[in-house]
C-alpha cells in the first residue's frame, strides 16, 4: 500500500534514479526464530529510543502496559492518540471530549476501589498511636482506607458520570458518545498503568446491537489502515459465557504476536444496568427525548494504546536479507510505520563540502519542516564519523521515511539526495520541492 | 492585537457589511465587583461545558487543580498543551519528548513517595490477621507501604533518570531538554491532580543562569502571546530566603486574578545536586562531551496547565454593556480566547428555508471544517427553537469565533452569512471561500 503511494507520488516528481536499487528478501520465519525474533524487536525498540532501557521497563512494554518510553516511543504514542482522537471526533458521529479524574472519593462501583491513594504520614500517625488496642488501630486504619481516594480502573465510570450534563449539550437526543484518553491503574497487574482510549456510545435500545457492528467495523478498519500486514489484526464474537454482567454482546479485537494473540480492544454492548446504577436509579434525569420513556443504553468500546503501540512496532518490524556475493550476508532491519504514525518522518544530514555553509542549509530546512509539523531529525549535529550505510542502517531502523543528505551539489545548484526508508531508493530533488514533497506524501498515506 | 488581525484578513476578503455594528462598551471592574465577576466566571464555565457541574469539582478549577472538564474545557487543555509542545519542541533548541511512569516502585527522593497506591484487599487481609500481636500488625502495615508504589508530585524526578539514556541520543553534547506534560498528584492538596508541562533543560554550569534568563524571556512570550490583556501576566525572580534547596536562582511567572496572584510556572536553576543524587554519584556517567570533567547543571522549567486554563478563561471573559434606551440595558458576556487555544472556532446554523436541503449543506460545510481539522459546533442539529440574539449569546459565551447561518439565500447564490465573535459584524461571503478563509484567519493568529 505505502509502496504503490510512494510510487504514485514520485511519477508526479521531477525525481531522477541516480543508484540502482538493491534486491532484498524478506526472511521468512518459523516457530523456532520467534525467541529471536521478539529479542531483536525489544532490543532494537531500546537501542532506537522507543524504550528506556532497563529489563523491568522492557518488560512492561511488552507486557502491554504503560512504560517510560524515550523520544521516539513517546512521539510515536503521541501519534496514535491523536490519530484515535480525530477517527472517533470526526467520524460524522457526535461525539464529545471530556476530561475526567483519575482518582475519585465517590464510592466506587465495580472493580473501582481495589486501588487507594494513601497519604504516608496519616497512616504512620495511626500506627504509631501507643495508647490504642489493637482492634481499635485495625478499625482506624480500615476507616482512613475507605476515606482514601480510589484510583479508577478504566474510564467507563467517569463517561457513565458525565452523561447527564452531556445530555443537555445535545438537547437531550440520542445517539451520541463521550470519548477520553487517559491513564488506567491495574490492580491485577500490581498496580500497573496503562494508556486507555474509551468511547462511550449512548443509543437506543433497540440500536446497540447495530451500533456495536458499526463501531466494530469502524474500529478494526482504524487498526488496519496503519498495518503493514493488516491480517495481523481481526476480531472476534465474546462467547456466551465469557460475558461481563450487565452485557449483551461483547467484541474483542485481537492482535497476533509472535508469541500468540493479545486483545487490543474491547466493545460491549452493556445495557442500562450501570447508568441506572451510577444515577441512582433517577429515570426522569436519564431519558432522552423520544417520546418513549426507554433510558438509553450504552456501548463501550476501550483500547489500550500502549499495547497497541507495540502491536504496530511488531507489525511494522521487516527484517531483510540479501546475499552480496557467497560468503556475505547482509541482514537489513527496517522498522515500516505508516507515514503518519512513524515518529520522525525525515533526517538531515550533510556530505562532503563546506561544513559551515552546509549546516547553514540544514538549520534553514530544519526551521521550515517544524513550521509545517514535519518531524526531522537534525542528524548534521551529530558528530561521530559514520559510513552512509551505518547511517541508513539506524535511520531504518528509527522508521525514519526519508534522508535527506545535503552536500557540495547543494551549494553549487540547490539539489540535495533524498533516499526512501521503504524504497531504498535514492533521488536528486531542488531544496525548494522538498517540503512540499514529504507533505504530500504523507497526507497521501493518511488519505488512502 | 486580535482586532488588528480581523481587519487585516477582513480587508482581504470579498466581505460585505450587511448589519450595522452596535457600540459596546467594557465594564468597569471595582473591587466590590470581583465576587460578582468570579461568580460570574465560574457559572458560565459551567453552562458552557467547560467545566463538569458540581460544586466540589468547579472548587478544585478555581482552585488550579485538575477537575472533570466538559468538552469545551477539555479541548481548551488540549489546545493549550498542544501550543506547549510546540513551543518548547520547534524553539529551534535541542528538545526531546519523553513519558515517564505516573508512579514508581524505587525508593523515592525529595517530596515524592508521600502518596502510596495500596492495595485494599492486601491491606485489609494483614488488618484481619487474629494471631498478631498490635506491635507486628503495625510492623507489617509499614513493610506494605514501603513496597506499595510512589506516585509523583513533579515530571522532574523522571527527567533526571532520563537523563543518561538521552545523552546517548545528542552523542554526550550540551545543551538539550526534555519535555513531558502530564498528571502529578499533591499530597499537600488532599492527593488532589495538577496537569503538569515540564521542561528539564541540561547545561553547562557557567550558562545556567542565562538559560533560566533565556527560558523565563520565552515562557513569559509564549502566556502573553495568547492573553487579551498580557500585562495580566508577569514574572519576578525568587527572593534568596524563598529558594529551594540546591536551587540557586528561580523565577515564577504569576496570573493576576480577580482575587489575587496566583504562580503559573516556575522555573529553577538547579545546580547537579540532584542529577548527581539520582545517579548515585556515578560522575563518569553523567558527563558530557566537552574536554572537562563537569556535570551537567539542570534548568526546570514547571507549569501548571489546570490553572493556565483558568488563567486564559479569566483574561478572556469580557462583560460589554450597552444602553439600548433609558430603561433597557443589555449585558454581554463575550470568552474572547485566542483564535488557536479556543475550542470551537465556528457554529454551523440554518436560518429560513428549506431544512432537508439546508442541512444537507451544513453537513457537506461540516464535513470540509472536520478535515481541515476546524473545530465545528453543529448547531443546525438543535431543534429547540431560539431566537439569532439568544443563539449569539450563547455562542459569544462559549468563545466561538464566527457563526455560521445558512439560509435561502445560499440555495439560490450559495451566499452565506457569517458573524465574527470579537467585531459582531455580520458579513456574506461565498460558500466556496468559507474554508480557506477561517483556515487563514486562525494560521494569522498564530503567526503574530
Not at 466506587?108 to 495508647?131: F, S
Not at 474500529?219 to 493488516?230: N, Q
Not at 481481526?234 to 504476536?257: D, H, K, P, W
Not at 520522525?344 to 561544513?355: D, E, F, M, Q, W
Request: hydrophobic residues 35%; aromatic residues 8%; glycine residues 6%.
Amino acid at each position: 500500500m505505502f509502496t504503490r503511494c510512494v510510487r504514485n507520488i514520485l511519477s508526479r516528481s521531477a525525481f531522477t534514479v541516480t543508484l540502482k536499487r538493491h534486491s532484498w528478501r524478506r526472511c521468512s520465519t518459523s516457530q523456532t526464530e520467534t525467541v529471536d525474533q521478539v529479542t531483536t524487536l525489544l532490543q532494537l525498540c531500546v537501542d532506537r529510543f522507543f524504550v528506556s532501557p532497563g529489563h523491568a521497563n522492557v518488560e512492561l512494554f511488552q507486557r502491554g502496559l504503560c512504560c517510560s518510553y524515550g523520544p521516539l516511543g513517546m512521539e510515536l504514542r503521541r501519534n496514535l492518540l491523536d490519530q484515535w482522537w480525530h477517527s472517533v471526533t470526526r467520524s460524522g458521529a457526535q461525539v464529545f471530549g471530556i476530561n475526567t479524574l483519575s482518582s475519585s472519593r465517590e464510592a466506587p462501583t465495580g472493580g473501582q476501589g481495589q486501588l487507594r491513594i494513601v497519604e504516608c504520614e496519616q497512616l504512620k500517625q495511626r500506627l504509631g498511636q501507643k495508647q490504642l488496642s489493637k482492634g481499635r488501630l485495625a478499625e482506624e486504619v480500615h476507616m482512613l482506607l475507605q476515606r482514601s481516594p480510589s484510583m479508577r480502573t478504566n474510564l467507563l465510570q467517569g463517561a457513565l458520570e458525565q452523561f447527564v450534563p452531556s445530555l443537555e449539550l445535545v438537547n437531550r437526543k440520542l445517539p451520541f458518545g463521550l470519548a477520553e484518553t487517559g491513564l488506567c491503574f491495574q490492580p491485577a497487574e500490581g498496580s500497573a498503568e496503562v494508556t486507555q482510549t474509551s468511547l462511550v456510545w449512548f443509543c437506543s435500545p433497540r440500536t446497540s446491537s447495530q451500533w456495536l457492528d458499526h463501531w466494530t467495523r469502524q474500529r478494526l478498519k482504524w487498526w488496519r489502515k496503519f498495518a503493514l500486514s493488516p491480517s495481523d489484526f481481526s476480531s472476534n464474537e465474546v462467547q456466551q459465557e465469557e460475558l461481563e454482567q450487565a452485557a449483551s454482546r461483547g467484541v474483542r479485537i485481537i492482535y497476533n504476536f509472535p508469541w500468540g494473540q493479545e486483545v487490543l480492544e474491547t466493545l460491549w454492548s452493556r445495557g442500562d444496568a450501570e447508568l441506572l446504577h451510577i444515577h441512582k436509579g433517577d429515570r426522569s434525569k436519564l431519558q432522552h427525548q423520544d417520546g418513549r420513556r426507554s433510558i438509553p443504553h450504552v456501548v463501550s468500546v476501550t483500547a489500550n494504546m500502549d499495547r497497541g503501540a507495540m502491536a504496530f512496532l511488531s507489525n511494522s518490524l521487516q527484517q531483510l536479507k540479501r546475499e552480496e556475493s557467497k560468503k556475505k550476508l547482509h541482514q537489513r532491519k527496517v522498522l515500516k510505520l505508516h507515514p503518519v504514525l512513524v515518529p520522525i518522518k525525515v533526517a538531515l544530514n550533510i556530505g562532503r563540502g563546506a561544513t559551515v555553509e552546509l549546516r547553514q542549509i540544514c538549520e534553514g530546512l530544519l526551521q521550515e519542516f517544524l513550521e509545517a509539523k514535519i518531524s526531522v531529525w537534525p542528524g548534521y549535529l551529530e558528530t561521530l564519523p559514520t559510513s552512509m550505510e551505518q547511517l541508513n542502517a539506524k535511520y531504518d531502523e528509527m522508521g525514519v521515511l526519508f534522508t535527506i543528505i545535503i552536500g557540495e551539489n547543494t551549494l553549487e545548484s540547490g539539489l540535495l539526495q533524498v533516499r526512501s526508508r521503504d524504497t531504498t531508493i535514492k533521488e536528486t530533488m531542488h531544496i525548494s520541492e522538498i517540503k512540499n514533497f514529504l507533505f504530500r506524501y504523507i497526507s497521501a498515506a493518511d488519505n488512502i
